[in-house]
């Protein structure tokens, strides 16, 4: 069975907790092969991130529940290839839908709500495990990590993808809060990542690392871009800045960049005079 087979649950290496991973079926340019959705435990279970609605994945959710018990629909952050499918499943299956309600800004899922207020570290106890959640703005302001205490396993979001880099997107996310979140996760005793889109990643620390690493060189040619250009609009520093990406991802390296701008606003690095950036 290929771990890229679509809405059938796969099970990932655990030690003594059962986790198995449903590939969305949802593939596209920002989503790779799909949205990993992730069904944890044995008897009581939780499942995080369902994903867009779709019945047929739907279905696909409920038959690998079988006749165990839902209790938590774990939710990252309110992306429409993340949280929309929870409202269907928790009114299929009765579980609780546990994350943050959805920023006041286009583009989120405004059909999630969830059961409480929940907060940063808090720990729910299911019996045969735990996930804590860990707050990690950045990609956006309402986004969670979560983590599988026994396992030490981080379901990741968005937040750490495997094989490319997350989008920050103003002005709701934020680049500094999103490199404060990774140093961080830096700070827990991780063993493995799990995000989501892409693969399992077995050495978390040397992937937040090389995170940082490629967010910090992405500011330098930001600030060596203003110096070569002077004063510019984000239009044309976008093309000296990110002369790496396919030209159809310009549009979300935009956003990114402007990410990078305000973080550098905010650091008294650069200023921004009617919409042209440049060396303060």
């Known amino acids: 069975m290929n771990e890229l087979d679509a809405g059938i649950a796969i099970s990932i290496e655990t030690q003594s907790v059962p986790v ?7 593939p596209g340019p920002m989503t790779g092969p799909g949205t990993n959705s992730y069904l944890i435990g044995e008897k009581r279970l939780s499942l995080l991130d369902p994903g867009p609605r779709d019945e047929t994945q739907l279905q696909n959710f409920l038959e690998a529940i079988g006749d165990a018990k839902l209790e938590n629909i774990l939710i990252t952050h309110t992306h429409g290839d993340h949280s929309p499918g929870a409202l269907a499943l928790q009114e299929a299956t009765g579980a609780r839908l546990v ?3 959805a920023p006041d800004v286009a583009g989120q899922d405004k059909t999630f709500a969830p059961d409480r207020l929940w907060r940063d570290l808090e720990t729910i106890d299911c019996g045969e495990y735990s996930v804590q959640l860990i707050a990690t703005p950045g990609h956006v302001s309402n986004h969670i990590c979560f983590l599988l205490c026994e396992e030490q396993l981080l379901f990741t ?13 103003p002005p709701d996310g934020d680049m500094s809060a999103y490199l404060d979140a990774l140093r961080r996760l830096l700070l827990m005793p991780l063993k ?23 967010r910090l060189k992405r500011e330098q040619l ?14 044309e520093l976008v093309l000296t800045v990110y002369d790496d990406v396919a030209k159809q991802l310009i549009p979300w390296a935009k956003k990114t960049l402007l990410a990078h701008l305000l973080k ?7 200023h921004c005079n009617n919409k042209l950036w440049e060396i303060r």
Not at 264 to 270: A, G, K, M, S
């Open 20 to 26: 198995r991973r449903i590939l969305g079926l949802n």
């Open 157 to 169: 979001g968005d937040h750490v993808l495997q094989g490319t880099t997350s989008v920050i997107l």
């Open 222 to 235: 930001v600030i060596e871009g203003l110096e070569s250009l002077g004063a510019v609009s984000l239009d």
């Open 192 to 214: 493995a990542l799990a995000p989501g889109h892409g693969s399992v990643m077995t050495e978390p620390h040397k992937e937040i690392e090389k995170l940082i690493a490629h």
């Open 264 to 270: 550098l606003q905010q650091d008294e690095r650069v």
């Open 99 to 101: 994350g943050l309600k």
